[in-house]
């Protein structure tokens, strides 16, 4: 069974700083890729990064040169670096994993995290 711990949420002032971290755990297939989404109130749930496990990237328009995904595939863990945050970052942060188990992507999905922009 995967497990996603998500950890790093928090309050912060406009043009701060927060580093999400999802560490998972169980059986964890070598291709995969992880990734950050967030879902804003009466918003569609939507991408903001992800990194395969060969660290390709992908960033939304909207995060592009000020949030940066990297993993440490020992740990099996990903972090989202959240710089210059503005109040429309506010959402809630879901880590998702997405595994090539017996020919077939599957994905799994962490509890969420609120990171909210607020002066």
């Known amino acids: 069974q995967v497990q996603l711990v998500e950890s790093g949420g928090g309050l912060v002032q406009p043009g701060g700083s927060l580093r999400l971290s999802c560490a998972a755990s169980g059986t964890i297939f070598t291709v995969n890729t992880m990734g950050w989404y967030r879902q804003a109130p009466g918003k569609q749930r939507e991408l903001v990064a992800a990194?395969?496990?060969?660290?390709?990237?992908n960033y939304a328009d909207s995060v592009k040169g000020r949030f940066s995904i990297s993993r440490d595939n020992a740990k099996i863990t990903v972090y989202l670096q959240m710089n210059s945050l503005k109040p429309e970052d506010t959402a809630v942060y879901y880590c998702k994993l997405s595994m090539l188990e017996r020919g077939r992507w599957v994905d799994y999905w962490g509890q969420g995290t609120q990171v909210t922009v607020s002066s």
């Open positions: 990194i395969t496990s060969g660290s390709s990237t």
